[in-house]
């Protein structure tokens, strides 16, 4: 049978990610955990296993900080992944659309910020600055300013758009 697993490799495996699950839901004190089994689907001798991620991203949305943990681990990550830019750009959003702790924000805040200094705005950064834009930055831009290449325009607007909203 040929296995087609859409997970990553090592940290970021469908079992790997399952393991930090269960020490996250021990560390939030979570009493009923999600099952976060990856989809497979079968057909023939081919076999698709899909990312726990999108798993993952509904525990965000129903609140669940552990999944909230693995989201904000998934969004510090510079790695590409099978369908790595909806699944970062849902992560995202998923974020915004819940209560992360202060230093789940403060971890947010900090790869935001990095972002910018490195000047590396992938597609998904749309969706990261809407979560900054929730969550609040407050004096973090000002004191990357001098660090950020405001001369490459996308990280002009975003720097633009994030002092202007974000900065609470």
Not at 36 to 42: D, M, Q, T
Not at 141 to 163: C, H, M, N, T
């Amino acid at each position: 049978m040929t296995v087609i697993d859409y997970n990553g490799t090592g940290f970021w495996s469908a079992e790997q990610i399952l393991s930090r699950y269960d020490a996250y839901v021990r560390r939030f004190n979570i009493q009923f955990p999600r099952d976060l089994r990856p989809l497979v689907h079968s057909e023939g001798t081919k076999r698709w296993i899909y990312p726990v991620m999108y798993q993952v991203i509904e525990g965000i949305e129903a609140a669940d900080l552990a999944c909230a943990e693995i989201g904000i681990e998934f969004i510090e990550e510079n790695q590409s992944f099978t369908f790595g830019q909806i699944l970062k750009s849902n992560t995202a959003r998923a974020l915004r659309r819940t209560c992360p702790t202060e230093e789940q924000k403060d971890r947010i805040r900090k790869r935001i910020a990095a972002m910018l200094i490195a000047g590396y705005l992938p597609r998904e950064f749309r969706q990261y600055a809407k979560l900054a834009r929730k969550i609040g930055l407050g004096e973090l831009l000002s004191q990357i300013k001098g660090q950020v290449p405001l001369d490459k325009p996308w990280v002009q607007r975003y720097f633009a758009y994030l002092e202007e909203h974000a900065c609470h």
